[in-house]
Antibody, heavy 117, light 121 residues
Framework: EVQLVESGGGLVQPGGSLRLSCAAS????????MSWVRQAPGKGLEWVANIKQDGSEIYYVASVKGRFTISRDNAKNSLYLQMNSLSADDTAVYYCAREPFLYFDHWGQGTLVTVSS | QSALTQPASVSGSPGQSITISCTGTSSDVGGYIYVSWYQQHPGKAPKLMIYDVTNRPSGVSNRFSGSKSGNTASLTISGLQAEDEADYYCSSYASTDTRVLFGGGTNTRVVFGGGTKLTVL
């Protein structure tokens, strides 16, 4: 059974940093692109970033470019999102998602990031 | 403002059919086959319902179907059931550089619609 479990969310002050992790199981994560998608409270979905199987291609939504870094460790079946210079606009549930190719067939349960003083 | 435009809400009675539209541009919905649809119940993670415009993942009811015409994609749900009441989101590959389909640069790769709340009356 495919499982994605996010962790690392929490309360952080504006300008602070946070690192999210996503542990994958039930499939060979090195065979898939992986993405982070976020959802602000009461709002819609927003794709944040994705990374190719071997990490050779990485893309970001414009609003996080230069502040967020996506990475993966295939040996640990893990996906990461390093978030720096956080603002209130980054407050959201962050989902890790498996991406066969430009669609998301499995999602984690999400981890809440709250940016507030 | 979302990149893809969806109606904020639609409704239908049990047994009826409804269609949710998703309008983009030639740089996203109209230009590629990479349109997908997701169902999200309150407090839950999204669930893939349709990918590559018309394909249905294993386990998804055949009451759900997808199509596309020009810059508008559509999700149709037939034989509405109470359990279909949820939020629905469309998604598409998006490129601001039509010369390059894959790889390179920092163009946004995926965009979502604003979501449609389906109410089963």
């Amino acid at each position: 059974e495919v499982q994605l479990v996010e962790s690392g969310g929490g309360l952080v002050q504006p300008g602070g940093s946070l690192r999210l992790s996503c542990a994958a199981s039930g499939f060979t994560s090195s065979s898939y692109w992986m993405s982070w998608v976020r959802q602000a409270p009461g709002k819609g979905l927003e794709w944040v970033a994705n990374i190719k199987q071997d990490g050779s291609e990485i893309y970001y939504v414009a609003s996080v470019k230069g502040r967020f870094t996506i990475s993966r460790d295939n040996a640990k079946n893990s996906l990461y999102l390093q978030m720096n210079s956080l603002s209130a606009d980054d407050t959201a549930v962050y989902y890790c998602a498996r991406e066969p190719f430009l669609y998301f067939d499995h999602w984690g349960q999400g981890t809440l990031v709250t940016v507030s003083s | 403002q979302s990149a893809l435009t969806q109606p904020a809400s639609v409704s239908g009675s049990p047994g009826q059919s409804i269609t949710i539209s998703c309008t983009g541009t030639s740089s996203d919905v109209g230009g590629y086959i990479y349109v997908s649809w997701y169902q999200q119940h309150p407090g839950k993670a999204p669930k893939l319902m349709i990918y590559d415009v018309t394909n249905r993942p294993s386990g998804v009811s055949n009451r759900f179907s997808g199509s596309k015409s020009g810059n508008t994609a559509s999700l149709t749900i037939s034989g509405l059931q109470a359990e279909d009441e949820a939020d629905y989101y469309c998604s598409s590959y998006a490129s601001t550089d039509t010369r390059v389909l894959f790889g390179g640069g920092t163009n946004t790769r995926v965009v979502f619609g604003g979501g449609t709340k389906l109410t089963v009356l």
